[in-house]
Nanobody, 125 residues
């Protein structure tokens, strides 16, 4: 059974930083594209960032471009989301996601096969 387990969420002041981690039980982790979504209260889940299976390609939502960085360590079966210059509007539950196959800039929730349980990020003003 595939498991994605997020960690690293918490409460931070505006302008601060957090790094989220996603530990995957995928046996062939290095063949999965990884990504992050988020969902704020009363809003739909939205795409944040994605990274290809070897880490060559990345893609970001316009709202986080230049502030967030997605990365991965295939030796540790872990993906990361470094979040800098956080804003109150970044407050949400952040979900780690994965999808097999070739790289593509896909941003719909249905495009991703596996989901973690989520970790809460709260940015105070």
């Amino acid at each position: 059974q595939v498991q994605l387990v997020e960690s690293g969420g918490g409460l931070v002041q505006a302008g601060g930083s957090l790094r989220l981690s996603c530990a995957a039980s995928l046996r062939t982790f290095n063949m999965y594209n990884m990504g992050w979504f988020r969902q704020a209260p009363g809003k739909e889940r939205e795409f944040v960032a994605a990274i290809s299976w070897r880490g060559v390609y990345t893609y970001y939502a316009d709202s986080v471009k230049g502030r967030f960085t997605i990365s991965r360590d295939n030796a540790k079966n872990t993906a990361y989301l470094q979040m800098n210059s956080l804003k109150p509007e970044d407050t949400a539950v952040y979900f780690c996601v994965s999808r097999p196959g070739s790289w593509a800039r896909v941003v719909g929730p249905d495009d991703y096969t596996y989901w973690g349980q989520g970790t809460q990020v709260t940015v105070s003003s």
